[in-house]
């Protein structure tokens, strides 16, 4: 019979001929998904035999993978920040550049303990806002999406998390999502910001399968940022943080002061990249 070693050798090696990146980090995660063990304990068991219901179903997820189909789709899952998701395809995967989001609003956001309250505009899995109120007990969030699918998921993940008393899930476009007899402290986002043309070049999992409302800023990517910086500007009775694509931190920057906020600022990613740009609303 197949052992451990011996199928995560195959699974590697059929990984790398189709492309994916990092084939035996990705083989160790799936075949630790059928077997429900992690990482360590699969090297543990590596002359562990695999009987032939575990073989057919790591087949039919190794197979997913070679289509280069998501990982976190094919296992169901992403960690994110200090919180685990539940993600599903015609949701947006998070990323680790995306938690420079969550540590630029934490930075931004202060010690104090009183309520406050928090808008996620473009939610799609919870990952920011759900990140936020995991770390800032005092914090009370709006997560908005125009996406069924995301709004499921992310009731579903705030559920998990037990923050059911303290997160809104609301329906609608950015922040017209949120009743206006609502306050909003500060907006969050992490907003579609490719560009249109740029899309179909992009890795097979992103192109072929995330969810293009998720992706396409527009013509040049920041179509999002011009309708929702004036909407922040208004609701938003303290700041407005942003993530952004690569080389449009100027371009938002300046978007933000037209829309009236001051105090702009940018931090970056662990790339050295210019990731996210926040704006505080004059006192």
Request: charged share 25%; proline share 6%.
């Amino acid at each position: 019979m197949l052992t451990v070693v011996d199928v995560l050798l195959r699974t590697e090696r059929f990984l790398r001929e189709r492309g994916v990146d990092t084939p035996r980090l990705e083989a160790e995660l799936l075949i630790g998904d059928v077997l429900k063990l992690s990482r360590m304990q699969l090297y543990l068991a590596h002359d562990r035999p695999l009987d032939l219901n575990e073989l057919e179903h790591l087949r039919g997820l190794v197979a997913r993978r070679g289509k280069r189909e998501p990982l976190a789709y094919i296992v169901g899952s992403q960690p994110f920040h200090a919180i685990d998701l539940a993600i599903v395809p015609g949701v947006l995967i998070p990323r680790q550049d995306t938690e420079t989001l969550v540590e630029a609003a934490i930075e931004w956001f202060g010690a104090a303990t009183d309520p406050l309250y928090v808008a996620d505009v473009g939610c799609g899995s919870g990952a920011v806002g759900l990140a936020l109120a995991h770390r800032l007990p005092h914090l009370r969030l709006y997560a908005t999406d125009r996406s069924d699918i995301a709004l499921q998921l992310t009731r579903q993940n705030r559920d998990a998390l037990g923050m059911a008393q303290r997160v809104a899930v609301l329906e609608g476009d950015l922040l017209n999502a949120v009743p206006l007899d609502r306050p909003i402290d500060w907006v969050v986002s992490n907003p579609p910001y490719i560009p249109s043309s740029e899309i179909p070049g992009l890795q097979p999992e992103v192109s072929q399968y995330e969810p293009r409302l998720a992706l396409d800023g527009g013509l040049d990517g920041l179509d999002v940022y011009r309708r929702l910086l004036p909407e922040a500007a208004k609701r938003a009775r303290r700041g407005c943080l942003v993530e952004v694509g690569q080389r449009q931190a100027a371009q938002v920057s300046d978007l933000m002061r037209r829309a009236g906020f001051s105090s702009i600022n940018v931090w970056n990613d662990l790339a050295g990249i210019a990731r996210v740009v926040g704006g505080r609303h004059p006192v």
